[in-house]
């Protein structure tokens, strides 16, 4: 007995040891599995930093390849995330949208809120520096809802100065100044680390950058000497010690305090050609140029104004490109100052098309991002619903005595439904006339633009060559004429930008400081249930009620309020302009085609006002086809 229980120990001791070394194992396997995965990603963000786009495409492959071994999304969703760094280094910025969205969603799925906060605020960047201002603002305050409640305060510093500098370029400067104080308050909230000293740097300009576009240049350097005054600055953030030297020179020679502006100039110029910081650099040769012309010192102001452009287009800084062509017009003589003035104009051009492309870009991607959120969330219901269906016909074998009442239901319902059927058909063959003459109206719009434009452009050219310039000049406001009537008539669609961003697109177009539009109500509601004839509607009836805002009115705000009931859209728009008598009831072309738009979809359009009140426009468009009384009162 004494022998069996020995045995019986030995083999309990050598099963521990077996199960000890077997975790052992598993630990040592999962611990070099963890190690190489975040070695990897630590490789390719420093590859980014170092701007080595060989070794990062290198580094995405890596990680493409260990994610079809390990199916690990984490990894999939840095994949995406290195893909949208490496269009980021090759200045493609709607790819690398479009792949910050993809690994945002990744991460969305896994529910990594850090990963999922860090790509929208990724993509706020992208969009303010594609003048998608409120873009950048919509995707700023989604990532504050994920980093806050985990408390990322390192990258919510970050967020809060996106905001900062977005409602900067809103005009919002009370905004501007309260989110750069959150982003001080996280900061302060930070472990010790580089980034947060950097950041902090970034910050303080900010808001030295703040006061000195208010002309507050005393309270502008107080800041940028606040900045510099940290410890080791030089040294260690050379390159944010020479942005806060260079804006300090700024505020200094816009105070008149020119004797040590040259200097610090020529400073902030060395460190940069040092770090072989090219797009800083355009930059510091823009206000050396500035400085020079002042002083009248025309040659040395030429010198500057081309290594500006030089730099700027190396590194497509498309503000100082323009700024360099605008100072080389006006320094050099009649030839080449036409040279660059003609150079000036076609980027100028070049440029807002692009920003227009990118924020119809950027539109479409949330909009098929969302729509295939959409479209997985209805499968899954519609899956639930056919469980819950094989369910209750298993439990519901013998209904045989409810047939009777069943019937007489069924009848009452096809009643109504044959009613309600015949006054749809109705309103849907009167929906596609209107679609037919919105075809037409393209075509017509199609021919004017591509036709009639053309040829008074080749006469005009002409005209010009024949020295007949002020023919020319009357020609080229016909022509303006004829494309302005081409925009108006042409229709608008909602198949690859969705209505929600074609509004926002709408309002961020005729958005200005002294011409303020709020927008309530849009993200409440799925408009794609909306029929495409009633969304072109309210988007007509928005932009005709802005521009007669802006040409009539004479308003500073305009409120648009969204709603949508079980039977009926309704859009309310109030200004504060100076108002008009409605008793005298007249109408401009504008309104008279709007309220017969507003008519053919059986709605109701209201409008009342009065001199000096402002006015409110309502319009109540039916869903089924109800008809509605038009007052103008």
């Known amino acids: 007995m004494k022998s069996s229980g020995f045995i019986l120990l030995a083999m309990k001791s050598i099963l521990c040891i077996l199960l000890f070394y077997s975790s052992f194992l598993f630990a040592q396997e999962n611990g070099s599995y963890f190690s190489k995965r975040d070695s990897l990603i630590e490789t390719g963000r420093q590859a980014y930093f170092s701007n080595k786009l060989p070794l990062l495409k290198k580094i995405t492959t890596h990680v493409d ?3 079809k071994e390990t ?9 995406y995330h290195f893909k949208a760094l490496q269009n980021k280094l090759t200045y493609t910025n709607d790819s690398a949208f479009y792949y910050y969205h993809l690994s945002k969603d990744i991460s969305k799925k896994i529910n990594d809120s850090l990963a999922v906060g860090r790509r929208l605020l990724s993509l706020a960047n992208l969009q303010r520096e594609a003048k998608d201002f409120l873009g950048s603002e919509i995707s700023s ?3 504050l809802q994920y980093l806050e409640p985990i408390k990322s305060y390192i990258y919510l510093q970050s967020v809060y100065n996106n905001l900062g500098l977005v409602s900067l370029e809103l005009n919002n400067t009370e905004d501007a100044l309260k989110y750069y104080e959150s982003a001080l308050f996280n900061n302060r909230l930070t472990e010790k680390t580089e980034r947060k000293s950097i950041t902090y740097l970034y910050i303080i300009n900010n808001l030295g ?16 000497k606040k900045g510099l005054s940290q410890d080791s600055i030089k040294e260690k953030f050379p390159i944010q010690y020479a942005l806060l030297l260079e804006n300090l020179a700024a505020s200094n020679y816009l105070l008149g305090k020119k004797e040590n502006v040259i200097l610090q100039y020529n400073e902030v110029l060395n460190i ?7 797009n800083e650099l355009s930059i510091t040769h823009i206000n050396l140029a500035e400085y020079y012309k002042d002083l009248e010192q025309n040659q040395k102001a030429l010198f500057h104004s081309n290594q500006a452009l030089q730099y700027a287009k190396q590194t497509h800084n498309n503000k100082y490109w323009l700024e360099a062509l605008d100072n080389l017009s006006k320094l050099t003589k009649v030839e080449q100052s036409k040279q660059y003035l003609d150079e000036y104009i076609t980027l100028n051009d070049s ?3 692009n920003e227009r492309r990118l924020k119809n870009q950027f539109a479409k991607i949330r909009y098929e991002t969302d729509k295939k959120e959409k479209e997985n969330s209805v499968l899954k219901t519609e899956n639930e619903k056919k469980q819950a269906e094989i369910l209750q016909h298993k439990q519901q074998k013998t209904i045989g005595w409810l047939l009777f009442v069943l019937s007489l239901l069924l009848f009452g319902v096809g009643v109504l439904f044959y ?3 015949k006054r749809k058909l109705l309103y849907q063959a009167q929906l596609e006339r209107i679609q037919a003459r919105e075809h037409e109206r393209k075509q017509i719009a199609k021919s004017l633009h591509d036709e009639v434009a053309g040829d008074l452009r080749l006469l005009h050219r002409k005209l010009e060559n024949s020295n007949l310039l002020e023919e020319a000049q009357k020609l080229d406001a016909v022509k303006e004429n004829v494309r302005n009537l081409s925009h108006q008539l042409s229709s608008v669609s909602f198949d690859k930008v969705s209505f929600k961003n074609q509004i926002i697109n709408l309002v961020s177009d005729y958005f200005e400081p002294d011409f303020k539009i709020k927008v309530n109500g849009l993200q409440n509601y799925d408009w794609t249930t909306i029929n495409n004839s009633i969304k072109r509607l309210l988007y007509l009836s928005i932009r005709e009620s802005i521009q007669n805002c802006k040409k009539h009115a004479k308003a500073s705000k305009i409120a648009i309020n969204f709603s949508v009931r079980k039977k009926y859209v309704h859009l309310g728009i109030i200004d504060n302009g100076i108002g008009f008598n409605t008793t005298v009831n007249k109408k401009g072309i504008g309104l008279q085609n709007l309220q017969e738009r507003i008519e053919e979809l059986n709605g109701k359009l209201t409008i009342n006002s009065e001199v000096g009140k402002g006015t409110q426009t309502s319009i109540q468009i039916p869903l089924n086809g109800w008809t509605n009384k038009n007052t103008f009162s």
């Open 65 to 67: 390849s260990f994610y």
């Open 71 to 79: 199916n690990d999304s984490i990894l999939l969703a840095k994949y």
């Open 141 to 143: 305050i989604e990532a």
């Open 209 to 224: 950058l703040l006061f000195q576009n208010q002309k507050q240049h005393q309270k502008a350097i107080s800041y940028f």
């Open 272 to 278: 940069r050609e040092k770090l072989k910081n090219y």
């Open 351 to 353: 440029l807002f098309q």
């Open 419 to 421: 009613f309600n059927r």
